[in-house]
């Protein structure tokens, strides 16, 4: 079965960096289209930016500039480097593998951005 686990989260001082990385099993990693979600306290679940095989990335206007998504396929990992953060990144990071018949999810990783 697929799972995507989620590591990475903490607590940072606004305009640090954090790293979060995704581990996928039970996927073709290398064919598979992944991304990263947030859902804020009292908000709905929005994009945050995704890669598909091709290595070709989206990214929300909000965080353009600032984060990067990477994979590595060797490791079926899927990277989201964040810098510059603001008060307003905080929230519950979601790894997203979107497929044909449903879209999978992690159990989600706390992103706090605090001084």
């Known amino acids: 079965q697929v799972q995507l686990v989620e590591s990475g989260g903490g607590l940072v001082q606004p305009g640090g960096s954090l790293r979060l990385s995704c581990a996928a099993s039970g996927i073709i990693f290398s064919l598979s289209k992944m991304g990263w979600y947030r859902q804020a306290p009292g908000k709905e679940r929005e994009f945050v930016a995704s890669i598909s095989s091709d290595r070709s990335t989206t990214y929300a206007d909000s965080v353009k500039g600032r984060f990067t998504i990477s994979r590595d396929n060797a490791k079926n990992t899927v990277y989201l480097q964040m810098n510059s953060l603001k008060p307003e990144d905080t929230a519950v990071y979601y790894c997203?593998?979107?497929?044909?018949?449903?879209?999978?999810w992690g159990q989600g990783t706390q992103v706090t951005v605090s001084s």
């Open positions: 997203n593998n979107p497929t044909r018949s449903r879209d999978y």
